[in-house]
C-alpha cells in the first residue's frame, strides 16, 4: 500500500484513495475530537483541552509530544526526561479518569510510534559529497532529514553519488527491497535515491537542525535494539490484565476498528490486539 498526505490527517481525503482512520469514522456516522499541539503548545495545552471535554464524541485522540522533545534534547533517562515522563504519565492518568467518570466502560488505548536510542556522533554528508568533486544543489537535488538522506537527479549523475555514498562507511543505500519493507514509495516525491545512517549517528547540518547536537534519535532501521515501543490496551468490557509480546505498529488500526466494531478493510494490514 501506498500512502503520502495531502493536508492534515484528519482532514478527508488527507490520504488520497486510501481512507484514513477518520475516514472511516465519516463513513460509518461516528464523531471524534482530535487534539493536538498548535504552534507553540505544549503538552499542558493539549492536556487542558482534553481534560475539560465533556467527552460526547465516540472517539478522543490525544496526541503528546513533550517526552519526544526532552528526549531529544536531554537524552535517555536523563533527570530531565524522566520529569517529563512523570508529567506525561500524569496527564494521561488525568484525561482518562476525567472521561471515565462520563463512561466508566471507555476502551483506551496508548502507544507510541517509536523508540530511540542514544546518539554518539554526527556526519556531514553534503561536506563529504563536495569532498567528492559532486555539486549538490546544483548537479542534483539534495533533501537531508536527521538520519536519512535523499536525493534526485539524472541517472548519470546519481550514479556518482551513489559511488560516493557508498564510500562513506557510516550508512547504505536503502534497495528497493528495503523501501517495500520500510513501506517508502518509489517515487520522486519520497526520493530517487535514499541514504540511510548508521544507528547512533545524525546528519549535521540537516534540514532539521537544532543549535545543539541532539542526544537521542529514531529514523533508523526500524530492527535496531531500542527503537521497540510499547502501546497499552485497557477495556474492563473484553479484556483481562495481560501482556503481549510481537504486536506492530500495523496493528493499531485493525485494533481500534475492532473495538468499535467496525469491520476492517482490505488494504487494512495488522492484527487486532484484541484476537491475539
Known sequence: MRLSLRGNLYEPGSFGNTKSFFDILRERGLSFDYFDHGVFDSDLDVFKRAVRTEHEK???????????????RFGLGTKSALQVLKRTDNFVERIVSRWRERDPELAVLCFADHGMIPVKGSVDVARALMDAGLRPFEDFGMFLDSTMARFWGKEAILANVRKALEGLGYGKILSD?????????????????????????????????????????????????????????????????????????????????DVLGIERPSYCQGTSLLMI
Open 177 to 257: 527491497k528495503e523501501r517495500e519493507q520500510f513501506m517508502i514509495p518509489y517515487s520522486d516525491s519520497w526520493g530517487q535515491l535514499i541514504f540511510l545512517l548508521q544507528p547512533g549517528l545524525v546528519i549535521r547540518p540537516s534540514f532539521f537542525d537544532t543549535e545543539t547536537q541532539p542526544k537521542a534519535m529514531h529514523g533508523y532501521d526500524p530492527a535496531t535494539p531500542g527503537l521497540e515501543t510499547i502501546a497499552v490496551l485497557h477495556w474492563s468490557k473484553r479484556l483481562d490484565g495481560r501482556s503481549l509480546s510481537g504486536a506492530e505498529m500495523v496493528d493499531i488500526l485493525p485494533t481500534m476498528l
Open 58 to 72: 465516540d472517539v478522543n485522540i490525544v496526541r503528546l509530544l513533550d517526552l519526544d522533545t526532552a528526549s531529544h
